[in-house]
């Protein structure tokens, strides 16, 4: 008894009466019903007072648009002579905008956020690495401990701000630093936004320029698991990756804006280095303060590895916002 027969069958490219794709599209030709013509030597060629006709035409209808123009030119000038009325008030004009006029200037931002505008890319980021704040149900903020992991299952409403010269909030996953953008009435970046504002204008590997400068940004950290835990390998995917000291010893996370060289045009700091950064695409990017080259250097750097609710010591992120 032999086995299966398989035909091979050509695939359909779309079903019928489907729209096709744009690119796939062809003229289309109509079949249209072809008149019956006389044969060329069977047309009888017109007079010459018929081929000459419209020709006699042309100076009455050139008088008669001349007619049209005189006195449309005495309607005008005699309203232009003529003086306004008592009680007419004087109308307000426009302002006339410039063809040059820079119409990026009439937007606006959120307070602590930089207006990025390249390509097809126009938003509103976080000047700083996002701190978050808790806010009770009285509308009271007080500041979340940055070495600690945000309880947003609770009753507790935690909310992203950008400020320079505080410890950015690290021990986030992205599901958490979408609730705090939120509640700020903003959101993450996504990846094209967030790699646009990190390149900045000038579209340089690090924000502050080409080339590498080691001392710019805070990429060259110490690792405060061994600090922490001594010789012990036990503690890699354990639950010290989460514990509150790993972030307070020294040569680990800096203030906000404590690099003042890890900054480019846009005003944005720490954009590479001192904590990753979660975009919305769920990546996160630009590196932390011990390491900005394994995944691709500088603004490049992104980490794909890693479920929405993942957050470690080294996670962090800031937010957008479309402009006003």
């Known amino acids: ?20 794709p744009p690119s796939s599209q ?10 019956e013509v ?8 017109p007079s ?11 100076p009455l209808l050139f008088a008669i648009l001349g007619g049209f123009y005189l006195r449309a030119s005495l309607s005008a000038r005699a309203l232009a002579a003529a003086p306004p009325p008592a009680d007419a008030q004087p109308s307000k004009q426009p302002r ?17 956020m930089a207006l990025v505008v390249r390509d097809d890319v126009r938003v509103c980021v976080d000047r700083w690495e996002a701190s978050i704040v808790e806010v009770s149900s009285s509308g009271v903020e007080k500041p979340h401990s940055p070495y600690m992991t945000p309880n947003t299952w609770s009753n507790t409403k935690y909310k992203a701000v950008s400020v320079a010269g505080v410890v950015p909030q690290a021990y986030v996953s992205k599901v958490q630093a979408q609730i705090a953008c939120k509640n700020a009435g903003k959101r993450l970046c996504r990846g094209d936004e967030w790699r646009a504002a990190c390149e900045g204008p000038s579209r340089t590997t690090y924000p502050y320029g080409a080339k590498e400068d080691r001392r710019a940004c805070n990429t060259h950290g110490k690792n405060p ?12 995917w354990g639950t010290a990756m989460h514990h509150p000291l790993l972030n307070t010893f020294p040569g680990t996370v800096a203030k906000t804006g404590e690099f003042d ?23 996160f990017r630009g590196g932390y303060y011990r390491d900005d080259h394994v995944n691709a250097p ?11 609710t993942y957050s470690d010591y080294s996670t962090g992120f800031r937010c957008c916002a479309d402009p006003h």
């Open 38 to 45: 006389a044969p060329p030597s069977r047309r009888r060629r």
């Open 298 to 308: 500088g603004c490049r750097y992104r980490t794909s590895a890693h479920a929405p």
């Open 1 to 20: 008894m032999g086995g299966p027969e398989f035909a091979c069958v050509k695939p359909k490219l779309f079903e019928p009466f489907e729209e096709p």
């Open 96 to 112: 006339a905008v410039a063809p040059d006029d820079d119409l990026e200037t009439l937007s606006v931002c959120p307070k602590g």
């Open 48 to 58: 010459l007072a018929h081929r000459l006709a419209p020709v006699a035409l042309l």
């Open 26 to 35: 062809t003229p289309v030709i109509f079949e249209t019903r072809v008149e």
């Open 261 to 283: 060289k890890c900054q480019n045009d846009y005003g944005l700091h720490d954009m590479v280095g001192n904590l990753h950064e979660w975009t919305a695409d769920g990546d």
């Open 225 to 236: 698991l061994p600090m922490l835990l001594g010789s012990s390998k036990t503690f890699m």
